[in-house]
């Protein structure tokens, strides 16, 4: 009964690191760059210098990340500056960024492991996988078995957020966390592993207290699911 008044409430609403020690010049800053270290070191920005034959509008370039412009690395002793396109898809950065892996300890999945986590919803409650995108999009097509609430909903303006922390276990509020009793384990994908919404929502939960470790991210989203040739509804 719960996990039907949950769904029904609910419906309302490349970067590769070759091992070449400092081969691979992230930044003219990035001092000491060694495999053990080279991860570790923020990246940082670095200006868009290309040959006038390949040079664009600046507008025809996006943000790799909200800090990132581009990268340059010794390629057949040439450097190169990777930079990324806007496509129709991802216009700008922010919001359309390329995703980290990781977002503060929460596991990261991919299809196995969702077509694992999809498997035995059937089996009890307490496992809720959730699409994150807006409701239009959900409408359009998702992964079977996902429930759709948006992630605006846990803006800090939203009228519904603090009813839907309810729902997924909140028990009582201690200054800006709640306090979270019973949680259920989620599943959270938004629509590519450069869309924003699975990432805001996952970084709005941890931040009110939801217990990392009942959180999983399924960051490729409908479209690497798509790609793989698996099923939409």
């Not at 970067?15 to 070191?41: H, M």
């Amino acid at each position: 009964m719960y996990y039907k008044t949950l769904i029904l409430f609910f419906s309302l609403g490349n970067i590769i690191f070759a091992k070449s020690g400092c081969q691979a010049i992230l930044d003219s800053r990035v001092k000491g760059c060694t495999e053990e270290n080279i991860l570790e070191e923020p990246i940082s920005s670095t200006v868009l210098e290309l040959p006038i034959s390949e040079q664009k509008s600046k507008s025809d370039y996006i943000n790799i990340s909200k800090d990132l412009t581009s990268v340059t690395v010794q390629h057949l002793e040439q450097n190169i500056t990777i930079v990324r396109s806007a496509t129709p898809l991802a216009p700008q950065c922010p919001p359309f960024c390329i995703q980290p892996m990781s977002i503060e300890g929460v596991k990261t999945v991919a299809e196995l492991e969702t077509l694992c986590f999809i498997e035995k919803l059937k089996e009890k409650d307490g496992r809720l996988l959730i699409d994150a995108r807006t409701n239009s999009a959900y409408k359009k097509e998702t992964i079977p078995g996902a429930i759709n609430l948006p992630y605006s909903m846990l803006d800090k303006k939203s009228a519904y957020r603090d009813e839907v922390l309810k729902l997924l276990g909140a028990t009582k509020r201690v200054h800006k966390k709640w306090y979270f009793k019973n949680t259920q384990s989620l599943l959270i994908f938004g629509e590519s592993s450069f869309s924003f919404e699975a990432s805001d929502m996952i970084q709005k939960l941890i931040k009110l207290g939801y217990p990392k470790d009942k959180i999983l991210y399924y960051r490729g989203g409908i479209n690497s699911w798509k790609s793989a040739g698996l099923l939409v509804f």
